[in-house]
Every structure is written in structure tokens, then in C-alpha cells.
């Protein structure tokens, strides 16, 4: 399984970034998706998820009303758009696997991209 993220990159404060996920040797479209963060110095923390049918989502407080998490199954990636960005989400973006089926409120990650990096200038 290989998870490839992009879309990572400099901005100011109240500006966008839209990240994706290219997933490749696993029927993507029966596993949920997420997207964990990791700020220097801080653990890795969970940000969204998204159900393998793309029905359901989950969002961390800190995203929630600025960030939404998509999928198109047909092309095998998952996005995350971040809206009204804030110096506080600069960090580290992680692609996850949950799972076939997996679940979206107790995510469990099977596989982890490699990373993509958002830095939030203020």
C-alpha cells in the first residue's frame, strides 16, 4: 500500500490549502480515509476522517467549520481542504488508511503516507 500526499505549501494567515492523497495496492473504495497533523515538538494528532463510502465524516474541534474531507473513489484520493488557515495548523499532514470499512470515530491507522508540510505564516 502506498499513500502519496501533496498540495502542502507556504500561505498566510486566512489563506487556503487543498491537500490530497493518492492511494495505490488496496481496493481504496471499501477503506476509510483520514488525515492526521504533527506540529514540531507535539504528537501526531487526528484531524478528519472519512467513511469508505464518503458518507459520514469526522472532524477534530480545531478543524471543524474550516476544513472538509473528500474522496472520489474513482480516481483512488482522498482531499482535504483547509480554509481560514491559522498559524496554529502549521504542521505536518498525514494521509492515513483506517481500514476496510474501518471506523471514522475510533480511527485506527493500518498504513501512513509520508507526509505533506502546510505552514501558516501570520
Known amino acids: 500500500v502506498q499513500l502519496v500526499e501533496s498540495g502542502g505549501g507556504l500561505v498566510q494567515a486566512g489563506g487556503s490549502l487543498r491537500l490530497s492523497c493518492a492511494a495505490s495496492?488496496?481496493?481504496?473504495?471499501?477503506?476509510?480515509m483520514g488525515w492526521f497533523r504533527q506540529a514540531p515538538g507535539k504528537d501526531r494528532e487526528f484531524v478528519t476522517a472519512i467513511s469508505w463510502n464518503g458518507a459520514n465524516t469526522n472532524y477534530a474541534d480545531s478543524a471543524k467549520g474550516r476544513f472538509t474531507i473528500s474522496r472520489d473513489n474513482a480516481k483512488n484520493t482522498v482531499y482535504l481542504q483547509m480554509n481560514n488557515l491559522k498559524p496554529e495548523d502549521t504542521a505536518k499532514y498525514y494521509c492515513?488508511?483506517?481500514?476496510?470499512?474501518?471506523?471514522?470515530?475510533?480511527?485506527?491507522?493500518?498504513?501512513w503516507g509520508q507526509g505533506t508540510q502546510a505552514t501558516v505564516s501570520s
Open positions: 492515513a488508511c483506517l481500514g476496510a470499512y474501518g471506523s471514522i470515530w475510533y480511527p485506527a491507522v493500518d498504513y
Open positions: 495496492g488496496l481496493t481504496f473504495r471499501n477503506y476509510a
